[in-house]
């Protein structure tokens, strides 16, 4: 550790250097927002018009910092789908200047997923996407409902867990390797109802970032990949109100200013209905009582106290609720399962160079089975609680370096499946205990421009990861007490990206990245479910380790109006999880005692063609893929593809203005069938058929393909009115497709005389779907200004 | 008590799946020797309901294979089982050379309805005829088979006696109470800082044991209590509930862990096809082999529920 330690000051100590050795250099910083609503603005680009790699890009938070030579120049502030700004500055002091960008109107009409300029080709960062909201919720749907995460499946590189599910794997890792975070909260379980729909409600949502390679050191904890979700702040202009109504859902959402440009509010809420519909027909069954629903609760208040501080407190609470009752036999059980987090920010600006933002959050999943029969009853819960605290500075010394770094501590408790049974007479336990657990990492990473063609974002991220008691050793039986250290690895992660342009219009990229995961989820099937638990790394169980390579070649064309890219990855994972090839659950034992490890690789490449502009926009997506493990206790050590495996995987995106009321988007999907571990033979034990199955994962599906369309209608699209409304037509899976959802095998024996037969069938979840949604939108017109 | 709240979920989903047949990808494999074997112990009045020590010998047959009792029966096997000190080899019978009245006592042993046999029907088992091979607690069992230069062994050991204590009927709970079903319910006093292992059939009005879908019980959650749980009825119609006035007769035994796995394991499979559920792999005691040796203290709870 010695070594590590003295090794990260040097390197601080360069990257001041840096900075030191430039003179007569001035600051240009401010925030970036939406003229209309207050919103600050992600990802903004800044930039002098004579030199585009003479420029930044606003933070998470709105915020930018330029500082260039003393000088004149043009600065042009750019984003997705507004209208940019240019503005002759002459530097020769320190300057603030807070810009509000307007919608562009042009720009509206056709393009919302352009990037501004050639940013795809020339930023640093690679297997990195930003998907507009707008966009995500103009995608047809499953039922309606615009899903985020289902958004990010149609993106080369990232492959849906199964029919209509939100689990998503990226580039050959399993679904508890992204990380998944909501205004920096990390979302522990984000499906509802079994992972069919995501749990982030679209009309709170600002921004989707996905990082699927080149993961900067700023995050951490995930090896496969990060998806940083931005909740919206709320108007701090003027109020308003949106929702919608569809078949299975109804959202609603209101915003305004609590005090004008100063403070704001949102609140969003959504619902299911299915069942509450039919819960008269339900009453009239055996089944009454029976229902499930599930629902999703966003808050946001923010408060800018000046320019220089500003207070941001959001909550995110999403639960399913699923009852079954039955009162035939008397039999009752109830499914509560859901997340609940909590972010407390504060954004301090130092000075022009650097930004500081202040975390805290707090985290809780649980999921709870609790039913029976009368005096038996049963109750399983498991969940995990985090209290996480950030510390994250952002520093811009020149134009030439972004330099990130911070420091970050989750105290993680996580239960496994405690069982409690009650017969009436007496309860019973299985005595598991949660597992609490530290987890720091601190940081450094630069995003340097060390010429106009070649830069570099390289980084360090130590991380220090520890179980610590209350805990009794499974090992040795040692009782360890409250806080006191069972087992820790400390582990550090390099990173690096570059760009090197080879024209205005071309680049190669590369990266290298080491990441290590140190809470792991693992799941005995398919997809994962609520029921699976988190474990932390432990005496038993080591973090997780992958290191990934990538290459790609950008390219655009014809004035940045097709973005083409080609990325070839490779990734080595070690202390891979799984379960036993003989593996039943068993409430009474630690799922951590089941475990197997082993290694695994996967490689491929993603083919990528986008036309980012124009009436008819969208893009082609092509991967190829392999992603396998080597266990040596399963498959008698041999290699086997690992369920996360498909070797094609074709995605068309297209969104066609036909007029200004009219919109026709449409999407579609081929993939490899999935694979899944066929039947292998049948045997007779207790004069009963039995059935064994084959090697692991040696049999696929069928191909999966699906085509999705939708319209957008708009009555009335240049109303200046308060109230605006529009609305959605889809059909799912439109030429119904009888895609594989699982298959299961039929054996009718009969003994006596003395044949059997097996017979194996396809189940399809979903045919054709149609969904119809009507949105609404009112808006308080803002009042001219004074 | 087994909750399948994943299967609640599922009935909401496949309202709207369908399906259709397929024909999977075929998966070559060599055929396996599959060893069903029992060796029992009993106490008391259970004593003399020990059935001796036997065996079945078949082979795996491929998924995409017809499956019938012809083609799976290991014949001409070399069968032995020691005790340690003294061994003792098997005599092998096929149904289809017994004589009538033999047919129908072994026709009770393996759970076949004997007027309904068709004439095609085979069964083989190697059984021990010199009744010297008496399972007795915390002994151990070593079976060795050979066949065709190829030998399969196993061991099993059986474990301390637990019966039932005591049983007793009770209305059922519920909206649907007619007066002619009632629930069973038992008491085991469960020994206590040792994992033990319980499996239970139920045999109705003479007729053969059944296992039902999960057959098998640990006492890790009630370790050394004295305990109280539902008896179910094994038919797939009763809902769990015995009918009044029926003859009972629960066939309780001790087992080991090795054969609490693979019962475990086996009806896992047997339970678990679904979007959700995963597969696993059969447990299984036998080298050279699948299946179960299994040794185990047995004893039978016969009861009438009462009429009213």
Same mark, same amino acid.
């Given at each position: ?92 002091v320190d300057k603030t200047l807070n810009v509000d960008l307007s919608e562009g109107v042009v720009m509206k009409e056709v393009v919302v997923t352009a990037k501004p300029k050639d940013d795809h080709v020339q930023s640093t960062e690679m297997g990195t996407v930003t ?445 891979? &999880?799984?379960?036993?090839? =003989? /593996?039943?659950? @068993? ?5 951590? +005692?089941? $475990? #197997? !490890?082993?290694? %695994? ?48 995987? &074709?995605?068309?995106?297209? =969104? /066609?203005?036909? @007029? ?5 988007? +449409?999407? $579609? #999907? !081929?993939?490899? %069938? ?66 594989? $959802? ?45 | ?53 036997y065996v079945i010998l078949t082979r795996a047959v491929p998924f995409q294979k017809e499956f019938t009792t012809n083609n799976i029966f290991v014949n001409g096997a070399d069968v032995t089982v020691s005790n340690g000190t003294d061994s003792v080899k098997l005599t ?217």
């Amino acid at each position: 550790m010695h070594s590590t330690k003295s090794n990260f000051s040097i390197l601080l100590l360069w990257l001041f250097c840096v900075t030191l050795s430039l003179a007569q250099e001035y600051t240009l910083s401010g925030y970036v927002k939406d003229a209309n609503t207050g919103e600050t603005l992600i990802g903004t680009n800044i930039y002098t018009q004579i030199n585009r790699s003479q420029g930044t890009v606003s933070n998470n938070y709105g915020f930018y910092s330029l500082t260039l030579p003393k000088g004149k120049y043009t600065i042009v502030w750019s984003s997705v789908g507004y209208k940019n700004i240019e503005q002759e500055i002459v530097l020769d002091v320190d300057k603030t200047l807070n810009v509000d960008l307007s919608e562009g109107v042009v720009m509206k009409e056709v393009v919302v997923t352009a990037k501004p300029k050639d940013d795809h080709v020339q930023s640093t960062e690679m297997g990195t996407v930003t998907l507009p909201i707008e966009s995500i919720k103009k995608m047809p749907a499953l039922m309606g409902e615009a899903d985020i995460l289902k958004a990010l499946q149609l993106l080369p590189g990232v492959m849906a867990a199964g029919e209509g599910s939100s689990g998503f794997y990226v580039r050959g890792g399993g679904p508890d390797q992204n990380l998944v975070l909501l205004d920096e909260a990390p979302v522990y379980n984000p499906g509802h109802m079994l992972g069919f729909f995501s749990v982030f409600n679209a009309d709170a949502v600002k921004n989707t970032t996905l990082i699927k390679g080149g993961m900067p050191a700023n995050y951490g904890g995930r090896l496969s990949s990060v998806v940083d979700i931005q909740m919206k702040e709320g108007n701090n202009k003027s109020y308003g109100a949106e929702g919608g109504i569809g078949l299975i859902a109804s959202r609603f959402t209101a915003e305004g200013p609590i005090q004008k440009n100063k403070s704001s509010f949102i609140v969003s809420a959504r619902r299911t209905y299915l069942l509450d519909l039919v819960q008269p027909a339900i009453d009239k069954t055996k089944f009454a009582g029976t229902n499930y629903y599930f629902y999703d609760l966003n808050t946001k208040v923010n408060y800018t106290f000046s320019d220089k501080d500003r207070l941001y407190l959001s909550g995110y609470f999403g639960r399913d609720i699923l009852v079954f009752n039955s009162k035939e036999n008397a039999f009752k059980i109830n499914i509560p399962y859901g997340n609940a987090t909590a972010t407390l920010r504060w954004n301090h600006v130092f000075n022009q160079k650097l930004f500081m933002n202040v975390t805290g959050v707090y985290n809780n999943y649980d999921f709870t089975v609790q039913g029976g029969q009368e005096t038996f009853q049963l109750k399983v819960a498991s969940g995990v609680r985090d209290w996480n605290g950030k510390v994250d500075f952002e520093y811009f010394p020149n134009y030439k370096h972004n330099i990130k770094m911070g420091v970050n501590y989750i105290r993680h408790r996580m239960s496994p499946n405690i069982a409690t049974f009650s017969n009436g007479e007496g309860t019973f336990t299985n005595n598991l205990k949660p597992k609490y657990a530290h987890e720091t990492a601190i940081y450094i990473n630069d995003d340097h421009k060390i010429t106009n063609d070649l830069s570099l974002s390289y980084g360090l991220r130590g991380s220090w990861f520890a179980q610590i008691g209350p805990y009794v050793s499974l090992k040795t039986g040692k009782t360890y007490a409250d806080g006191e250290i069972v087992k820790s690895y400390p582990r550090l992660d390099p990173r690096l990206t570059g760009k090197y342009s080879l024209t205005d219009a071309s680049s190669v990229k590369f990266g290298v990245t080491l990441t290590h995961q140190f809470v792991h989820l693992v799941s005995n099937s398919t997809s994962t479910l609520p029921t699976d638990v988190w474990v932390p790394s432990s005496e038993i169980v080591k973090p997780q380790r992958g290191v990934q390579y990538a290459l790609g070649y950008f390219r655009n064309f014809e004035d940045n109006m097709y973005e083409t890219s080609v990325e070839i990855y490779y990734k080595d994972l070690w202390n891979q &999880i799984d379960y036993p090839e =003989n /593996y039943v659950q @068993s409430p009474s034992v630690e799922v951590e +005692t089941e $475990f #197997v !490890y082993g290694k %695994g690789r996967a490689y491929g490449a993603e083919f990528f063609l986008k036309k980012a502009k124009g009436r008819l926009n969208g893009w082609i997506g092509y991967t190829i893929a392999r992603s396998e493990r080597i266990f040596p206790t399963i498959n008698q050590g041999a290699v086997y593809p690992a369920v996360y495996d498909r070797t094609h995987d &074709i995605v068309l995106v297209a =969104n /066609y203005r036909l @007029s200004k009321k009219w919109d026709f988007n +449409t999407n $579609f #999907v !081929y993939a490899t %069938g999935n694979n899944y571990t066929p039947l292998r033979s049948l045997f007779l034990i207790n004069q009963q058929l039995n059935i064994e199955y084959g090697a692991r994962n040696s049999a696929r599906y069928n191909s999966y393909h699906r085509l999705d369309a939708g319209f957008t209608y708009a009555r009335n699209p240049d109303s200046k009115k308060k109230f605006t409304s529009t609305w959605s037509f889809g059909v799912y899976n439109a030429y119904n497709h009888f895609n594989p $959802f699982f298959i299961y095998y039929n054996v009718k024996a009969d003994v006596n005389t003395s044949a059997a037969k097996a017979t194996a069938f396809q189940v399809t979840l979903f045919p054709v779907i149609p969904s119809v949604t009507w949105n609404f939108k009112w808006q308080q017109k803002p009042k001219q200004q004074e | 008590m087994k909750i399948n709240y994943i299967g609640a979920i599922g009935i909401l989903l496949t309202m709207i799946a369908c399906e259709k047949e397929l024909t999977p990808t075929v998966v070559n494999d060599a055929d396996q020797i599959v060893v069903e074997g029992y060796i029992e112990a009993g106490i008391g009045k259970d004593a003399n309901r020990v059935t001796p020590p036997y065996v079945i010998l078949t082979r795996a047959v491929p998924f995409q294979k017809e499956f019938t009792t012809n083609n799976i029966f290991v014949n001409g096997a070399d069968v032995t089982v020691s005790n340690g000190t003294d061994s003792v080899k098997l005599t092998e019978f096929c149904w289809q050379n017994l004589d009538s009245v033999t047919k129908r006592r072994a026709a009770g042993v393996f759970g076949i309805n004997f007027d309904s046999v068709q004439s095609n029907f085979n069964v083989c088992l190697y059984l021990d005829l010199t009744q010297r091979m008496k399972g007795q607690i915390g002994k151990s069992y070593w079976l060795t088979i050979k066949k065709d230069g190829k030998t399969v062994t196993s061991v099993t050991t059986i474990p301390k006696w637990i019966p039932i204590d005591s049983s007793y009927f009770i209305k059922p709970p519920g909206t649907n109470q007619n007066d002619t079903m009632v629930q069973m319910r038992a008491y085991i006093r469960d020994i206590a800082n040792e994992l033990n292992y319980y499996r239970y059939m139920v045999g109705i009005n003479g007729e053969p044991y059944k296992a039902g879908r999960q057959s098998v019980y640990t006492d890790e959650l009630i370790d050394g209590q004295y305990f109280l749980f539902n008896l179910f009825n094994r038919e797939q119609a009763s809902r769990g509930l015995f009918r009044r006035g029926d003859t009972l007769s629960v066939k309780w035994s001790n087992i080991d862990g090795e054969q609490y796995d693979f019962w475990r394991t086996l009806e896992f499979n047997a339970n678990n096809q679904g979007p959700f559920s995963a597969y696993t792999r059969v447990k299984s005691n036998i080298q050279g082999g699948m299946g179960i040796w299994g040794g185990s203290v047995v004893s039978y709870l016969d009861t009438i529920v009462p009429k009213k």
